[in-house]
């Protein structure tokens, strides 16, 4: 009983740090034959010293999920900020630690040097197996000067089975359509189309026609109803402060954050997953456009 209560509360942790940290978007990607892909986009909103570590995202491997002793690479970008420069080189660590006994597993430490375009890329070979039920915590620490506030990273951990397999796998940045600096922003009429309408503009929730909590998310309306208006739960925050996930009301009803009023949404769920919240949180990122 003492060992599952651990396991669930060290599940939990890792959800929590999945929200804590995902500023921008993560994703998870196991369709490679040969390499499992941890992906991650976020910026500092402080800065980052030099020799300081910080926690950037934790993975949960559930129980159908083994790693052997593989390579970890190391792969991704940093986007210069507005003022300063980039450091010469970040160290990357991943800890491996078994969820029902706290015990590390694994860990591997890859330093990699940051050249002029802003990428880097490096790799090492675990040297002991992971067991399922685990977590993958991941930190980075800047070398040669700090991480500047409004850092972007686009980092890619991917474990591959075999060195020769290393040069086989997508380069991290090929998916991107903004140079590099992360996922392309989430447009609105995207968030429309596979959340707001099907999902939030229903009989009895956000239609016009019951405008619950006094909020309409059809769309042509959702824009004007959300965007720097207040709630009407809790009319310290906005529905949607631009640029601001953590302030917006609608982020902390889909999370179901302590400081609500009312029922976590959708109301009785099934709740939305981190990858669906995080669309929600590239749009307010990238400045709530009317896009």
Same mark, same amino acid.
């Given at each position: ?17 999945s ?7 993560c ?38 999920i ?12 940093l ?5 300063? %420069? ?14 029902d ?15 002029q375009d %802003? ?14 039920? =685990?977590l993958?915590m ?8 700090d991480?500047?506030? /409004?850092? %972007? ?8 089975? =075999? ?16 140079g ?13 189309t ?13 239609s ?5 909590? %006094? ?17 009407s ?9 631009p ?17 609500? /009023? ?25 400045g709530?456009?009317?896009?």
């Amino acid at each position: 009983m003492r060992n599952s209560t651990r396991t669930a509360h060290r599940t939990a942790a890792a959800v929590i740090f999945s929200v804590l940290f995902l500023i921008q978007g993560c994703a998870l990607d196991f369709s490679g034959d040969n390499f499992q892909r941890f992906r991650i986009f976020f910026k500092l909103t402080e800065t980052l010293a030099e020799g300081e570590t910080r926690l950037v995202h934790s993975w949960f491997f559930p129980s159908a999920i083994k790693v052997r002793k593989r390579w970890v690479r190391i792969s991704g970008r940093l986007s210069e900020p507005a003022e300063g %420069g980039l450091p010469a080189e970040v160290t990357v660590v991943a800890r491996f630690e078994d969820v029902d006994s706290g015990k590390q597993q694994a860990r591997v430490s890859i330093k990699a040097r940051i050249e002029q375009d %802003g990428t880097f890329s490096a790799r090492k070979k675990l040297k002991k197996n992971i067991s399922a039920n =685990s977590l993958m915590m991941v930190t980075i620490e800047p070398g040669g000067s700090d991480l500047e506030a /409004n850092t %972007g990273l686009a980092l890619c951990v991917d474990l591959v089975e =075999s060195k020769k397999d290393l040069g086989t796998i997508p380069d991290c940045l090929e998916s991107d359509d903004n140079g590099g600096d992360g996922p392309e922003a989430v447009t609105l009429t995207q968030l429309q189309t596979s959340l707001f309408t099907p999902t939030c503009a229903v009989a009895g929730c956000h239609s016009a026609a019951t405008a619950r909590a %006094g909020l309409v998310l059809e769309a042509g309306r959702s824009f004007g109803e959300t965007v720097n208006v207040a709630s009407s739960q809790l009319p310290e925050f906005d529905i949607i402060e631009p640029g601001d996930p953590e302030r917006s009301y609608m982020v902390k009803k889909l999370r179901g954050d302590d400081d609500i /009023n009312g029922e976590r949404m959708p109301e009785g769920g099934p709740f939305l997953s981190d990858e669906v919240i995080a669309q929600v949180f590239s749009w307010i990122n990238a400045g709530a456009l009317d896009n």
